[in-house]
Structure formats: structure tokens, C-alpha cells
């Protein structure tokens, strides 16, 4: 384990501290004694994977503890198409890995940057009704609790508990290692066009139903939005490595991140660069092995707020929000992504008890948000909207346990597997701590 000390940000730059210091564990053990060691000296820690997250929740002026030293493949077993990781892995990294093993994730999002234990925590997802987030892929874990015991948490073992480890975002105990359900390798065909969004609205069930993955872009002030269509093919790969490095890199990351730069200084320009990103809107088909297809590269930085809603919201919930837009004239050119999600039983999870809609608004970095994102999220709370734990909210205790049927059974199972509150931050305090009545 090696140790050092240095002014720690997350991926945009909305949570900044100065941990005391930031260990590299190698393993379970060192991990363990790493808890022990901060209860009995009354310290604090929290566990940081890559940072990409945009609330504070692995921020500390403590001890910081990275995974990064904590990557790769355990077992793999491609009969009972399962594997068990490394916490820190990241998820580029991990595809590859699962990839050589023959066998993939049924589902990833569209960033591949994070740790498997970061995205699984904070109840990262990608897009595909018949798919829940990352974390319902997870059978298994090797935890860490607040008392410093290695434990092994799994659905036959814990029946009654499990449910709670997967979102639990750090606080339950540090995750060292995961046991993953996987299925065989495949291909999947990407398909990216553009409509007028009131056709696209009209058309959300069919597109949804008819297609293993669907997502839709739409750009504030524009008429038109982006469609993107994933489904499985046995085609040959498609072999385009000038085209995708001109779309990916000089179109989406460079001229739309000199643009957001213009915008940031001339926010008057915000409407106009809007409309051409949204007539510019890409129109291709490739084919590739998933986890190389999932991902986009985001070289473009910005901060996030996303909610959860119920999958029937959707429509209705966006042509609210584009009424808004209208009347506040926000100054704002990042597309809204729109995506859908199967329901799940995980407590904690933004897509607990419901088959699920995800809207995600973005700012440029350095722009102002506040003012569009409480906007966005009035409407959402208005649906019965839940926040993505990674992303900007406002809500607190007492508004998030109205919305988390086992709300108050993960308060009382967190006060035991971290009795002194060693994982505890201010911003989680502020989620997970009831306030005096």
C-alpha cells in the first residue's frame, strides 16, 4: 500500500477537498486495517474509484482511500457465465478482460471511464427497457463494513439484506471485489439518425418496444433530435476508424467543445449553437463487440443533474420541460439524453418498484446551472421523480425518504455495518442522517 497527499477534484470540477492523505490499498486485508485503524482513532474515510461523479460523495479532508491498485479479473467461469472483479476495475478495462473470456455485461451506459464498484454504488445505468442498471448484473460481493470485518454479502446468503449492498454508495462498507452475471460475448448493430421530436414522442412505445436499446437525444430550441438504436447482430464489424475519429473527436468533442467554449463567453449564442448541433446530428449505422459500442469518448466537460421517472412520464415530462425552457430563455446548448430502464428490487436504487424513464440535463462546465437545473427538477419531483445518486440534486433526508419504499430499513442496516459513521461525509450525512425532529 502506498500513501501521499494531494488536492483531490472530481471529473468537472463541482467537488474539490484535501484529503490528510490517499492510500492505495492491494488488498482486503489492508483495507480492513486501514477501517480499523480510522475508528479507533476517530477518523473519517471515504473510497474514491474515478471520480466521475458530480455530487461530493467520495470528497474528504481525511483519509481517501483509491481503488485504483484494485483492478482486473478474479475468476472467470464461462459455463456459469459469471466472473468475479476487482472493485477499482474500470469498465473499458473490464470489457476487454470479459471480452478475452468470451463473455460480456448484458448492459453498460455510455461512459466506460468509471470503476465497476463506482458505478454499481451510485446506480449507473445504461438504456434498454428490458434492462435494469449496472448493479442488478451483480450477484455477490466482498465487502468491508465500518468495523473493519471482511464480509462476503450475497443473495443466498443475506437474503433479507442484499438488496441494500449494490446502490448503497459507499456507506454500507467498502467494496474490495464483485461477483458479476454475465452472458456470452456478442455484437451489437448502432444505428444514429434524426427526426423532428414530436414525431419522436409520438412514437416512444414503438421505439422503446422494438428495439433492444433506444435513446434519444433532443436540443433545447431546436426542432430536431437524435435517435440512437442498438440491437444485436451476428454482421461482420464495420471497419471505420477515420470516420469514427473525425465524429468522435474533431466533431463531437472538438468543435462542439470550441463552440461551448463561445457559448461560455457569449451566452446570447447559446440558441443558435443548439440548432446546428441538433441539424448536425450524425447518420450512421457499425457494427461492434457491445462493450466497445456502448461508450462515446467525452472529452467535453460539463456538470449533470439526472432524475429517474416512471417509464410512462416520459413524453409528458419532456414537452413540460421544453414549455420552461421556452419561458425562462435558459442560456443552454447541451442536448437533454432521454433513456428507459427495466424496474428493479435493489433498495436504493433510483429504479426501485418501476419499469423507468431517465432525463438528464447538462451545463457547460463553468456556465451557470443552478438556475436551469431547479427549474428541470421541479418538474421532475412534480412526476414522482427520483435523482441518479452520481448526479446534482438538491433533495435531502427527509425528501428522499418519501421516495424509497425501504428507506428507513437501509438507515437502520447502515447503522450497523458502520456504527461510528466512519463512511459518512457531509454531503452523505446530509442524505442519510434524519434531522432533529
Excluded at 473470456?101 to 446506480?123: K, M, R
Excluded at 414537452?319 to 446548448?333: C, D, F, L, Q, S
Aim: aromatic share 10%; charged share 25%.
Amino acid at each position: 500500500m502506498s500513501t501521499q497527499t494531494q488536492r483531490w477534484s472530481n471529473w468537472s470540477g463541482s467537488a474539490v477537498a484535501n484529503p490528510t492523505q490517499v492510500l492505495y490499498p492491494t488488498s482486503a486485508e489492508e483495507i480492513a486495517s486501514i477501517v480499523r485503524s480510522c475508528r479507533k482513532e476517530g477518523r473519517s474515510l471515504r473510497v474514491v474509484g474515478s471520480g466521475h461523479s458530480f455530487t461530493p460523495v467520495a470528497a474528504t479532508n481525511d483519509i481517501l482511500i483509491s481503488l485504483d491498485r484494485l483492478q482486473g479479473i478474479v475468476s472467470a467461469d464461462a459455463d456459469s457465465r459469471t466472473a468475479t472483479v476487482w472493485a477499482g476495475t474500470k469498465l473499458k478495462l473490464l470489457g476487454e478482460l470479459l471480452h478475452g473470456e468470451g463473455l460480456a455485461q448484458e448492459n453498460l451506459g455510455d461512459i466506460d471511464v468509471q470503476s465497476i464498484a463506482g458505478a454499481v454504488s451510485t446506480g449507473t445505468h445504461g438504456t434498454g427497457a428490458g434492462f435494469g442498471n449496472i448493479s442488478t448484473q451483480v450477484i455477490g460481493m466482498t465487502i468491508v463494513d465500518g468495523n473493519g470485518d471482511i464480509r462476503e454479502v450475497d443473495a443466498e446468503s443475506s437474503p433479507d439484506t442484499f438488496g441494500a449492498f449494490p446502490v448503497s454508495l459507499g456507506v454500507l462498507g467498502i467494496i474490495v471485489q464483485m461477483k458479476l452475471r454475465l452472458r456470452p460475448a456478442y455484437k451489437l448493430e448502432y444505428r444514429s439518425s434524426r427526426i423532428p421530436l414530436a414525431e419522436c414522442l409520438e412514437r416512444l412505445d414503438e421505439y422503446r418496444n422494438g428495439h433492444r436499446h433506444f435513446e434519444f437525444y433532443w436540443f433545447p430550441y431546436a426542432e430536431t433530435c437524435q435517435l440512437k438504436f442498438m440491437d444485436e447482430s451476428e454482421d461482420k464489424i464495420t471497419s471505420r476508424p477515420v470516420r469514427d475519429y473525425l465524429s468522435e473527436m474533431v466533431i463531437e468533442n472538438g468543435v462542439f467543445g470550441a463552440m461551448s467554449g463561445l457559448c461560455r463567453r457569449f451566452p446570447r449564442l447559446t440558441r443558435t449553437v443548439s440548432r446546428i448541433s441538433a441539424s448536425n446530428v450524425p447518420v450512421f449505422r457499425k457494427v461492434e463487440y457491445s462493450h466497445r459500442i456502448f461508450a462515446t469518448k467525452r472529452l467535453v466537460r460539463f456538470n449533470e443533474m439526472e432524475y429517474n421517472l416512471p417509464a410512462s412520464a416520459m413524453a409528458n415530462v419532456v414537452r413540460e420541460m421544453r414549455e420552461v425552457m421556452e419561458r425562462g430563455k435558459y442560456a443552454v446548448h447541451f442536448p437533454i439524453e432521454c433513456r428507459y430502464a427495466k424496474g428493479d428490487d435493489l433498495w436504493l436504487s433510483p429504479a426501485t418498484g418501476r419499469d423507468s424513464a431517465y432525463i438528464a440535463v447538462h451545463m457547460y462546465k463553468g456556465m451557470p446551472y443552478q438556475p436551469y437545473f431547479a427549474a428541470m427538477e421541479e418538474i421532475f419531483l412534480r412526476h414522482g421523480g427520483r435523482p441518479h445518486w452520481g448526479k446534482l440534486h438538491t433533495l435531502s433526508e427527509s425528501q428522499l425518504r418519501e421516495r424509497y419504499p425501504r428507506w428507513t430499513d437501509f438507515l437502520d442496516l447502515r447503522s450497523r455495518m458502520d456504527p461510528a459513521g466512519l463512511f459518512l461525509n457531509e454531503h452523505l450525512k446530509k442524505l442519510f442522517v434524519p434531522s432533529a425532529e
